[in-house]
């Protein structure tokens, strides 16, 4: 190729054509269904939290006129109804029980259904299988499918920057709770949903959803209560606001807690973590480290004892032929994130530790001046390499006479298994004593008597 | 240097001269005080292994006649007496507690004494301390200091050959008593006690070792309880031979148990092992790994939370001024075992891997022919790579249209941050769909962008 047609390939990498080749775009006409970050320019993220304005921080003197009333009511109230019936109420064990189980649906509507499902398209549900996650989801109260999912997008998209709106870099408290109950001080970065607003069960949840809230949230359990065992008030305390309040704390600590305890095993690059305390609060998105790699897996845990009652849930609506096309990551990239995770702490541990110098960094001896020298000095040739024990004679486990005997000769044949096969720590600590290569001893520098064990393997870059 | 001098200098090399230096040669005249091992030839293991006469292997034939009476007896009467006495005697809890307390004290005779003082000068003992653990020593009834460190150092030096008296490859049965109840097949390889045979409280024990047995093993168990509080018969059958039991398979364990069971995180190289279980039964010295890598070592066990009660009485026997110059292993070379280790897991499971191809494995396209080619199948350039995106196209997690967008673009600002700042797991996938590398698209090529993180560090052979 001419350096001319050079010249021009490199113009043109670095002006791409505007637009793409119509046979791979396949986008709705309709304004809602076209996808909200198709025109974003590719230094979206830089310019916008450069750019864009922000509300000012929360301080004593503004805080009560940026409340967010509407959430702010809602998680007062249902904690008060539920001290006021734990005061006033007896709980009967048939509401407990019952509370607990609704608390399981109601948190799958957030987890396998908001979250993995609609938030990250991690499988396929039937009809059926959608309109019982949807109704279910509403009764956790957190906001219709569309306004969640938006959020959560945004919150993955942009983790732990400003156009995160749970960023976890301000603090448990703001990513926990404190997002929701002032005003979003900023926009949350764009997050294409036009996937949902096709879809008939999220729009249908949206239109109605006030009236989902309160038939899923309060007027089932109580129904259920009242008809079953004649529990009409404890229903509403219990199974309906009591109930409600774990389910909100529950999920709310994916972005608190799940960002806050744990390990990183799969990248450290971001706040994401895995704790079992995190997946038993969460009906198992406690794994979130994994979560944040690889979003559109269907499970969280990978490990079958790991706790992840969504995989589960998920794994037995395929069986029942609710749910297909599961998503899962390739097994292979995901070991590879757990490699590069242990290869970095092991790269540490091999700096933090000293090794022996090589054959390039020490003097090269003739056999008569390590002969004169090794009268002055202990000194032992094993493997081509002098070596200076002085302060190893006395604390040879083999006693000091095997090596008394040895200086001014070459022990290389006793001392690789002739009369002791040595362990590697001792390879190891004789190559830290390296003082001198003999001229012409490299008859015996085979790679594996000249470089210790330890040194065989290590942790490289590139 | 001429070629002659380096054709002499090899020379040399190969035949050392036959005597050491006498300056640094400090040996005894007497024959006892020679070590034993001072002028055996630099091949000694493997001629004696092909050349020496061993005894045939047991067989139903032979065993009867090969059987070591002694041991035999000592090791069936122990136990006999014991059941005998649970079967007919009241076990009293003072007896129960001073049993206990007396196996504790007798085994560490053994741990503390036997083993890391004298058959591995792991510390000094002063006289009063030594006097004390060759009694106790000689109460726990496995023959005397001279016979016993003469064993365990040829245990050490030949570890899992048959020089080795209990070579752990023959089995957990013949490592853990087998190897006492025959006539050993063997002599055991040679292994020098000289420093020993000097020792006066070593030479006095062996002197009076019957004497000791009786009066340690037996006559002070009953004796205190008989006097303490009348239990004279408890006193014998309990803690003089139940105890005693407990002692011989618990101090057998660290030849059977620490061979088999558990983890090798120094080396596995032999048959050593590291285990909890085996520390709790043996007094601590349940770290066998460590303690065949560094056996000058006092410890056994090097973290703090570990179970190694004789560590714990040799710091005590220290900090009482009773012992001193406790020998550590240099830190640096035992997590250069450690790190060895784990490198060699984290190797295994990267040749398990796949990983991307570099661009000298790839084909060179160039600006156009990419434009051309993508306009059959979905390629996408991404840092001077060219990727084919057929199957991940509907896979993506942010949505099918911000790939197909890309489609015969130049897409690297956008991955790389400015549209989404994508993990290292989306880097890792990305480079597995490299087909091509982009004609002067290297522009783009910075190290970083062009190797996946996955690949940044590895474990390389030296
Ligand atoms: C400076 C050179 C040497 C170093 C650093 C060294 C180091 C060690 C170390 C660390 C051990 C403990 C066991 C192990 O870790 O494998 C050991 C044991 C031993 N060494 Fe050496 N050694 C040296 C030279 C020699 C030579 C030249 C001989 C033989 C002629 C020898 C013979 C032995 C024997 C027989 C043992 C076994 C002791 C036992 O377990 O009872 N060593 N040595
Ligand atoms: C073949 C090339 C691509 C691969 C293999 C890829 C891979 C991925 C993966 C694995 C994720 C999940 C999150 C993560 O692991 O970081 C992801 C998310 C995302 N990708 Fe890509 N991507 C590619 C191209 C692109 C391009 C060209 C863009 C932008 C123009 C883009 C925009 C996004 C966005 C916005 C998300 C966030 C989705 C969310 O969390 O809601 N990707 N991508
Ligand atoms: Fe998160
Ligand atoms: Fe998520
Ligand atoms: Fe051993
Ligand atoms: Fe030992």
Redesign the pocket.
Not at 396 to 399: F, L, S, T, V
Not at 418 to 427: E, I, R, T
């Given at each position: 190729m001419s350096d001319a047609a050079d010249a021009r390939l490199a113009q043109a990498t670095l002006t791409p054509p505007l637009t793409p080749p119509s046979k791979w775009s396949k986008l709705g006409k309709d304004k809602e269904e076209t996808p909200a970050d198709i025109n974003i320019p590719d230094n979206y993220v830089a310019w916008t939290l450069k750019n864009q304005k922000a509300l000012p921080p929360i301080s004593w003197d503004n805080w009560w006129k940026e409340l967010n009333y509407i959430s702010v009511m809602v998680l007062t109230i249902t904690p008060a109804i539920s001290i006021w019936g734990l005061c006033t109420q007896k709980l009967r064990w048939e509401t407990f029980l019952f509370s607990v189980f609704y608390y399981y649906v109601t948190g799958l509507g957030i987890t396998a259904g908001y979250h993995r499902l609609w938030a990250h398209r991690s499988y396929n549900a039937s009809k059926p299988l959608q309109y019982f996650l949807a109704m279910a989801g509403a009764g956790a109260v957190e906001g219709s499918i569309k306004w969640w999912s938006r959020g959560h997008r945004a919150h993955h998209r942009y983790t732990d920057t400003d156009l995160d709106p749970y960023n976890a870099h301000r603090g448990l408290w703001w990513s926990h709770i404190g997002w929701m109950l002032v005003k979003p001080r900023r926009k949350p970065g764009v997050a294409d949903i036009s996937d949902l607003s096709k879809n008939d069960v999220v729009r249908w949840q949206h239109r109605w959803y006030i009236q989902l809230i309160l038939i899923c949230g309060f007027l089932i359990p109580t129904v259920v209560c009242g008809l079953g065992w004649g529990d009409w008030m404890g229903g509403y305390v219990f199974a309906g606001a009591g109930r409600l309040c774990f389910v909100h704390h529950s999920t709310f600590c994916v972005n608190s807690l799940a960002h806050w305890l744990g390990e990183a095993p799969f990248d450290d690059k971001h706040t994401p973590r895995d704790h079992l305390v995190t997946a038993l609060v969460t009906i198992g998105e406690g794994y979130h480290n994994f979560h944040h790699q690889f979003p559109m897996d269907y499970r969280n845990a990978i490990k079958w004892y790991q706790y992840d009652p969504t995989k589960w849930f998920i794994w037995v609506c395929q069986q029942l032929g609710l749910a297909s096309h599961l998503k899962v990551f390739p097994d292979n990239e995901v070991r590879k994130g757990q490699l590069t995770m242990q290869l970095k702490r092991l790269r540490e541990q091999q700096e933090g530790l000293r090794f022996a110098p090589d054959s390039n960094d020490l003097p090269v001896i003739s056999w008569e001046s390590y002969q004169e020298q090794s009268l002055k000095r202990p000194l032992?040739v094993?493997a081509g390499f002098i070596?200076d024990?002085s302060d190893?004679i006395d604390q040879?486990?083999?006693?000091p006479h095997?090596?008394t005997?040895?200086i001014g000769r070459d022990?290389t044949t006793?001392?690789f298994g002739?009369?002791?096969?040595?362990?590697?720590?001792?390879?190891n600590?004789?190559s830290m004593?390296r003082v001198g290569v003999l001229h012409g001893g490299t008859q015996h520098g085979l790679d594996d008597k000249a470089i210790p064990p330890a040194q065989r393997l290590r942790v490289a870059r590139y």
């Open positions: 032992i094993i070596h024990v190893f040879h486990p083999g006693g095997l090596i005997k040895y022990a006793a001392f002739g009369v002791y096969d040595h362990s590697n720590a001792a390879h600590l004789l004593k």
